[in-house]
């Protein structure tokens, strides 16, 4: 359930065939989220950067539904997208599936990439090329 519609009433939503009555559930921290099999990375009015690095390394599966328009990306999605490390549904889409069960195999990859993300020196490499690029980009 979805805990914020921040831009949206009632009406609003009902027009895109969202009853708010029956989408809404109250704000859950991120280990009561943990306790779940299902995790959804969802699109807002900004991208939820801790999410992956909370949700993948655990025994969760992190599922991602992306915008319908352009995306926000952290420094780590590109990688993500690449390695098919999230399955992508859009929200049609996983209304409409029967079944998650197919994706469970993910878990073992979701955690030792979630893992990787969160070591000092992936993170420490990524800062540095980052820097080495702005450097010549902007000082050169």
């Not at 921290?29 to 779940?36: R, V």
């Not at 950067?49 to 990306?73: E, F, M, Q, T, V």
Request: hydrophobic share 35%; glycine share 4%.
């Amino acid at each position: 359930k979805v805990s914020r519609f921040l831009s949206h009433n009632a009406s609003s939503l009902l027009e895109e065939g969202i009853n708010i009555n029956e989408a809404s559930g109250d704000w859950m921290n991120h280990q009561d989220q943990l306790k779940y099999k299902y995790i959804l990375d969802m699109y807002g009015h900004s991208i939820g950067w801790d999410r992956p690095c909370w949700g993948l390394p655990s025994n969760s599966i992190l599922i991602l539904i992306p915008p319908k328009g352009n995306r926000a990306l952290t420094w780590y999605y590109p990688s993500i997208i690449e390695n098919n490390i999230i399955p992508e549904f859009s929200m049609d889409d996983l209304l409409n599936t029967n079944s998650l069960e197919q994706y469970n195999q993910l878990l073992p990859e979701q955690q030792s990439f979630g893992k990787e993300i969160l070591n000092p020196s992936t993170v420490y490499n990524f800062m540095k090329e980052f820097l080495l690029v702005y450097n010549a980009h902007y000082n050169s």
